[in-house]
């Protein structure tokens, strides 16, 4: 049973690995699920619009065809278009979700994303108001571009119990797999 976090009146866009998206409009809702990967949330309050971005990996050497999928890339395109939209760069305000260690094989992939979120607004002057970073659960984010609210719940573990048949070994029965 999935939940639904926010009232179904309101227009939610969701975005996944290399995606972002920005918006003005009071009653928009942009929305994620987060592992390793990062979200960044900005949003200039003077000018009442914002935006989100999936990360994937913090960087990437060379040109690549999935480049969105990478930091700097994602948060170039996202900080474009909230100038587009009429922010000011010097108004920007950041929250950072995610990160976490989902699968101990995949090492510090999760800190490392959130590493380079917060050395990338520290580079550019953006302060980051609030955070949830690192980790073993993943997360649910909404992000109200427009006033810069954001909610986030953890993803508790959703192990699914699976019934094994025993195989059959009577007779010359061959079982393919």
């Keep these: 049973m999935s939940e639904q976090l926010t009232d179904a009146r309101q227009p939610r866009r969701y975005i996944a690995q290399g995606e972002y998206a920005t918006g003005d409009r009071p009653d928009e809702v942009i929305a994620t699920v987060l592992g390793s990967c990062v979200a960044v949330c900005l949003f200039d309050p003077e000018r009442g619009a914002?935006?989100?971005n999936h990360i994937l990996l913090p960087d990437i050497d060379g040109a690549d065809s999935r480049r969105t999928l990478f930091g700097a890339h994602a948060m170039e395109l996202l900080i474009n278009d909230l100038?587009?939209?009429?922010c000011r760069k010097s108004s920007l305000r950041g929250k950072l979700f995610g990160g976490a260690r989902?699968?101990?094989?995949?090492?510090?992939?999760g800190a490392m994303n959130?590493?380079?979120?917060d050395r990338y607004l520290a580079s550019e002057g953006i302060p980051v108001?609030?955070?949830s970073i690192g980790g073993t659960l993943a997360r649910r984010v909404e992000f109200w571009p427009s006033t810069g609210r954001a909610r986030m719940r953890f993803i508790e573990d959703q192990s699914v119990e699976v019934e094994v048949q025993?195989?059959?070994?009577?007779g010359n029965?061959?079982?393919?797999?």
């Design 102 to 109: 989902m699968i101990a094989t995949l090492g510090r992939a």
């Design 83 to 86: 100038l587009k939209l009429g």
């Design 173 to 177: 029965a061959v079982e393919l797999f």
């Design 129 to 131: 108001e609030s955070r």
């Design 50 to 52: 914002g935006g989100m």
């Design 166 to 170: 025993p195989k059959s070994t009577a």
């Design 114 to 117: 959130g590493e380079f979120a």
